[in-house]
């Protein structure tokens, strides 16, 4: 047996017993005799860390010595396939003059099996190029490991074997003369070892393979993967797959420990077909998360599986027992003994769609493929260039548009707070996506044309997979849109989708990937008649009306009764502002909302005081009576102290929530990206002013002048009342005064774009 990945050598240690008992029944053998057998014979081992190596060794050894006491064990056969050479060629081709110089000719007889005295010709020749072949094969062994095969290799030395060249090294770490000597030749004789392993094949490989995405791999180990394993090139693990055949010899087996992802995603098609093929399969038991003890984190979905190397036929079989389902490693050890065998013919494997192996009952079901199509979003490359809050920007000039972007948990109608500076599609965005990627090959960014204007489902890329309807507009990179080939069906998909099982059968396919691919969501079963009942259940036979309660949606109606932030959308309307619906603005799946004659109530210049100055009434009073023609003979002071109360602000006033409640809840609602700014000089008994930022930043001088009126006209009024007060001796008025001219002289700054302020 060989484990290529051993690790601390908790295989091996575990194979120990259990192959004692094979020797000491079938040869009669001691305890102790069949201990040292197994450790001689049947246990091997190989390793690319160093240390690892060693504690594996050392594990071995203590598990040996618990069962029969200490004493000198056989040489075990572990072997580091990592060993970094750290010397030049040159350096290390001199050991073949070494050995040479230092072996007696019995020596060289007996371990080369040759006749001729060892220092007659072509000796040397034949040493020096077995260790340049070790030089060649392990240059790269650090990132490589057990990948490395030298079957793949030439030279000397493989045809003459590695075993031969192991101990003529030996032989001249006793004669070295120099430390430098002593360490390139033990560091050769374990490469030697090493290759000699990597060479053999074996009658049982198992392990752990290592997981690896092609993203964060050595440029050296996704080089070479690429060129020896390209069908593995998306994970070293399946690369192992790979590579584990060539270990096992005819009519041996295979038994790994890996990720799930590899028998079902589109990218390892290639390397499913291999193995299918190339492999009769034994069983393959999808395990799940928390599998086992020593493998952490709920991202890890692991399978365990065992193949031979032998001839399979039409009637082959592959048996399954499916825990996923299982919270830990105990539960999930009893399912695999105490549940009911699956079993599926392997040829049906082969001819399932791309090979993808599907694996419980479930999988009698066709997949959602069948009934839907999934597209992927548009990619900037450039978020705060190009994506905004629609409430910064003006849908309805043609200029943004809005972007729908994945949601944090399951909502009806969400992820409508974004937009997208998309100029139709022949702007800026176009021009930088073409500069990033060639003329031609914008389609790999700019995405998602294919479900534009239809009904579906958006989900969230990420591992939660939160889903919410879509309604055609332009969608983010980071949500997958599912769309019904058949628009009846949406009903069923939607509740299908916001389900656990949904989640649960997709992280069956992927559950490592911190992104999940829109196409892997497609190749989960779906019982479509099922789902049509229960979505019949959901949402009575139909979907549900628009959400158009909130503020921070561009679906509200802009409405301050139809809404839980009742106060915020009050104030926003009395500074003028309007949301997309109001604004005539073209929205998917949205119609226009008609005048609600609340615009009488707006600030022409988009600047509210909280004190009455320049003959307009305070915040207070002008709030008020917006609310009094919002609600008709439904407002009362009951009902706005219920409001304030909703707010945090149980028996204040209006004017107390203006001062201190409304811009800090307006960032909060807002996205910490607020559109009206209150402007103050730092008092509670100071200058106050609610200012609509669009009015601030308008093009054509407008916002210059709406500053200017800011300072001059409504904060110049506020200083004159303040200088009145203090020739009159008002108390308070001195400070009061202080602060509103420090707050006209920084505005000052902004105004005349003076450094930092511009």
Request: aromatic content about 10%; charged content about 25%.
């Amino acid at each position: 047996m060989l484990d290529p990945c051993m690790g601390s050598g908790h295989f091996l240690v575990f194979a120990l017993p259990i192959l004692v008992a094979f020797r000491m029944a079938e040869g009669g053998l001691s305890e102790r005799d069949a201990v040292d057998a197994v450790l001689r014979d049947n246990l091997f081992g190989l390793e690319i860390d160093p240390r690892c190596t060693q504690i594996a060794a050392f594990n071995l050894a203590f598990a040996a010595w618990r069962r029969t006491g200490f004493h000198v064990l056989p040489e075990l056969n572990l072997a580091c396939s990592g060993l970094a050479i750290g010397v030049t060629k040159a350096e290390w081709l001199k050991l073949a003059e070494k050995v040479v110089a230092v072996a007696d000719p019995a020596a060289k007889r007996d371990l080369l099996g040759v006749e001729q005295n060892l220092l007659t010709h072509g000796l040397e020749g034949r040493v020096r190029n077995g260790l340049e072949a070790l030089y060649d094969l392990f240059a790269k062994a650090p990132w490589l490991g057990s990948l490395i095969d030298p079957r793949r290799a030439g030279g000397d030395i493989f045809r003459e074997g590695f075993d031969k060249l192991e101990p003529l090294l030996a032989s001249i770490l006793t004669a070295a003369d120099t430390d430098d000597t002593r360490e390139i030749a033990v560091a050769a004789q374990g490469m030697a070892r090493a290759a000699q392993l990597l060479s053999k094949r074996f009658t049982l490989v198992a392990t752990n393979v290592p997981y690896l995405g092609r993203g964060k791999q050595d440029d050296e180990l996704r080089d070479f993967i690429n060129d020896k394993y390209p069908d593995a090139k998306s994970d070293i693990a399946v690369a192992f797959l790979l590579r584990m055949q060539k270990f096992s010899h005819a009519g041996g087996t295979i038994s790994q420990v890996s990720p799930q992802s590899w028998l079902y995603l589109g990218p390892y098609k290639g390397a499913r077909i291999s193995l299918l093929k190339g492999l009769s399969w034994q069983f393959l038991c999808p395990l799940g998360p928390r599998a086992f003890e020593t493998i952490t984190g709920e991202i890890v979905n692991v399978s365990l599986s065992a193949a031979s190397q032998n001839s399979w036929d039409q009637e082959s079989q592959i048996a399954t027992v499916d825990v996923t389902q299982e919270v830990d490693p105990r539960s999930k050890s009893i399912g695999l003994r105490a549940r009911d065998v699956l079993r599926t013919k392997q040829v049906d494997q082969l001819r399932n769609p791309d090979s993808r192996l599907r694996l419980s009952d479930q999988d009698d079901l066709p997949l959602l493929s069948q009934y839907a199509s999934s597209y992927k979003g548009v990619a900037t490359g450039d978020l705060n260039r190009f994506i905004g809050k629609f409430w910064e920007y003006p849908l309805e000039r043609g200029l943004w548009a809005p972007l729908q972007v994945s949601v944090g948990a399951n909502v009806i109608y969400g992820g409508r707070s974004d937009a997208i500076f998309w100029e139709s599609g022949n702007g800026h965005l176009l021009e930088f996506v073409t500069e990033k990627l060639g003329e031609g090959k914008t389609g790999a960014w700019l995405r998602g044309r294919e479900a534009w204007g239809r009904w579906g489902i958006a989900v969230s890329q990420m591992s939660s997979l939160s889903t919410s309807l879509y309604s055609g507009d332009l969608f983010d990179e980071n949500t997958a849109v599912i769309i019904p080939k058949d628009a009846d069906q949406l009903g069923a998909i939607f509740s299908f989708c916001r389900s656990d099982e949904f989640r649960s059968e997709v992280k069956k396919i992927d559950g490592s990937s911190l992104k999940i691919p829109n196409l892997t969501m497609l190749k989960v079963p779906f019982d479509i008649d099922r789902w049509k009942a229960i979505s019949v259940e959901d949402f009575e036979g139909r979907l549900p009306a628009r959400s158009e309660d909130d503020p921070s949606q561009w679906l509200f109606n802009g409405h301050p009764r139809n809404t839980d932030e009742t106060l915020q959308v009050g104030a926003i309307r009395l500074a003028g502002y309007l949301w997309p619906r109001q604004s005539k603005c073209n929205l998917a799946g949205c119609t226009h909302v008609d005048s609600d004659h609340l615009e009488q109530h707006a600030d022409t210049d988009g600047i509210i005081c909280l004190t009455a100055l320049k003959g307009e009434p305070p915040a207070e009073q002008r709030l008020n009576a917006l609310f009094a023609d919002a609600f008709g003979p439904d407002w009362s002071a009951a009902k706005l102290a219920g409001l304030l109360a909703d707010a945090g602000f149980a028996g204040k006033s209006l004017d107390d929530w203006l001062r201190d409640g409304f811009f800090a809840q307006h960032c909060e609602l807002f996205h910490h990206r607020p559109f009206i700014w209150h402007i103050w000089d730092g008092r509670r008994d100071g200058f106050h002013a609610l200012v609509n930022y669009h009015r601030l930043a308008a093009p054509n001088g407008e916002g210059r002048r709406t500053l200017e009126r800011l300072i001059y006209t409504y904060l110049g009024d506020w200083i004159d009342r303040q200088r009145a007060d203090q020739n009159a001796g008002v108390e308070g008025a001195d400070a009061r005064l202080a602060h509103a001219e420090h707050l006209k002289a920084e505005l000052i700054k902004i105004l005349e774009g003076e450094p930092p302020y511009d």
